[in-house]
């Protein structure tokens, strides 16, 4: 039986006392940790699967103001995410990096004279920009442009950004463990009992099936699709805010062109699709809108999504595309704030910040997207400041670099110099590939110094390009447990994984998740950088 002290809170003999749980290991989730655990906050997060393993994983890999929200009215979302673009740009320099995209125009769509307007208001939104403006474009007197057909005469390019979605996820979990947050992957919160200045939680591990009961000030409802749900069956509370479900799916096929820019298609429904150049060698294309009310846990791509999406591109493109082109195709549900716009494609991609707190405060996230997230983080706690004694009002994640980020991007081909001086016959398209997901923490804690020799090793090969320090890294530091958390969310080398070298690097994981001590991966979060 729990006993309470005078003021009603747990007594400490009882377990430890967080001031924030957060249910949802995505990236608003894990946003708000890294701000709150910042801010001085005891924060304990709670994932059911692993980190970014729903929603925050299965995105477009933008990092953008959203050229088409303009349409809707979307100004003060477009700003503040075209501010945001420019922030992360600065603070996570190796996953995050410019893009140049190409908008061709179609005289039986959008007139020319509207996109030149929307992209007007798109460079001068945010009186920060540092990325290169629009420019008008002579399609066939490009080399970006004669990969489109010739009836395609006139478009334009302008600046976004690209981003390694599910590696932002991991990395604000990472730098919220290294201030003291405790991050439980593969945890599930049965149900939260409510008091009137704190709540009791039952969390489940998913995989040994044994509870505990933890004691939090707040809660923070993160849990993305599921936030409705979160709310009414394990929290007991009636919202008057809804999120609407859409499906988006992509596919992954053989690069389509030789250029560095991406595209974005206007399709005849008013639709955008883009198709955006991948892991070196492949394109993706992406992404489609389909109301979903089935279950969020299991989502994958139909065939007349395929069909969708390959006319996009061959509406646009000499290089004709069939379904049996794809080698890769992923699918998420994005819980988007219900707006009840008639239309999946028009419904606000901005969030709504729900605080209920009429006794224990929860506060629940409803929508959203990648680009603002650390806003939203700011925002979250903002509102929940009056509620909770000790939060510290200064925010400071605007400036301050993720794990590994603490370079200038001029200074990325230095990074990878130094692998290559350091790893005698490690490739450079290796080199470059760990710095793009690792940055100055590739060469600090990913390689390890083999006793009597002044070079450092990487392991055994265990397929593609991807050796045994990298792994045993993502291991103890970043909650990755099976060759798909690597594979698929802290890379894409699944992309190059024959069977046979996913049966290799499963069995390399067992054996070393079975050698490791109990409590070494939390220690080893918090010591790095």
């Known amino acids: 039986m729990t006993t309470l002290s005078p003021s009603g809170l747990p007594r400490s003999s009882d377990g430890p006392i967080h001031d924030l749980l957060i249910v949802g290991g995505g990236i608003n989730g894990t946003g708000i ?12 997060l709670v994932e059911k699967d692993d980190l970014a393993s729903h929603t925050s994983s299965a995105s477009t890999k933008l990092i953008h103001g959203g050229l088409r929200y303009l349409e ?51 460079d001068n939104l945010c009186r920060s920009m540092t990325l290169p403006k629009t420019r008008s474009l002579r399609l066939q007197d490009e080399a970006a442009g004669r990969v489109l057909r010739p009836d395609y005469v006139r478009g334009f390019e302008y600046s976004d950004g690209w981003v390694q979605d599910s590696r932002l996820v991991a990395l604000n979990a990472q730098d919220a463990a290294r201030r003291g947050a405790e991050i439980c992957t593969r945890t599930r919160l049965v149900n939260a009992e409510r008091h009137p200045d704190h709540w009791v939680a039952t969390l489940e591990d998913t995989t040994t099936g044994e509870t505990r009961q933890v004691f939090a000030r707040a809660v923070i409802n993160a849990a993305g699709p599921w936030v409705a749900e979160l709310l009414k069956d ?14 988006g799916s992509h596919i992954v096929v053989p690069k389509q062109f030789d250029t560095e820019q991406a595209y974005i298609l206007q399709n005849p429904d008013r639709r955008i699709v883009f198709a955006i150049p991948y892991e ?23 065939k007349d999504e395929i069909s969708y999406l390959c006319e996009s591109v061959n509406r646009y493109f000499k290089r004709s595309l069939t379904p049996d082109d794809v080698v890769w195709s992923y699918s998420g549900v994005r819980p988007l704030y219900d707006d009840h716009s008639g239309n999946a494609s028009a419904v606000t991609r901005d969030y709504r910040l729900d605080l209920d707190h009429s006794a224990a405060p929860v506060l629940s996230v409803f929508g959203g997207k990648i680009t603002t997230y650390r806003k939203l983080a700011e925002h979250a706690l903002e509102k929940l400041a009056p509620h909770l004694k000790g939060l510290s009002l200064v925010s400071w994640t605007a400036d301050s670099p993720l794990p590994g980020g603490d370079f200038k991007r001029s200074e990325f081909s230095k990074l990878v110099a130094s692998l290559l001086r350091h790893i005698p016959g490690l490739s450079t398209e290796t080199a470059t590939r760990l710095v793009r997901n690792y940055g100055t923490l590739a060469e600090t804690h990913i390689l390890s110094k083999q006793t009597g020799s002044e070079h450092a090793s990487l392991g055994a090969l265990l397929g593609a390009d991807l050796y045994e320090r990298e792994v045993d890294y993502l291991i103890d530091h970043e909650w990755a447990r099976n ?35 109990p409590d070494d991966r939390s220690e080893s979060v918090t010591e790095i950088i």
């Open 33 to 44: 940790a890294r701000d709150a655990t910042g801010r001085g906050l005891k924060v304990l």
């Open 72 to 122: 809707y009215y979307e100004f003060r979302l477009v700003r503040e995410a075209l501010n945001e673009r420019e922030r992360l740009l600065n603070i996570a320099p190796h996953i995050i990096w410019p893009m140049r995209f190409i908008l061709p125009h179609s005289a039986m769509l959008r007139p020319a004279w509207l996109l030149r307007t929307g992209l007007f208001l798109y």
């Open 234 to 247: 394990r929290l007991s509370i009636d919202s008057r805010n809804h999120v609407r479900l859409v499906k």
């Open 280 to 302: 070196k060698d492949f394109t993706l294309i992406g992404t489609t809108d389909i109301p979903w009310d089935q279950d969020a846990n299991s989502v994958t791509i139909s």
């Open 483 to 517: 060759a798909q958390d690597i594979l698929w969310r802290r890379s894409k080398l699944g992309l190059r994984f024959t069977d046979e070298d996913i049966s290799r690097l499963e069995d390399y994981i067992t054996r070393r998740l079975h050698h490791n001590a």
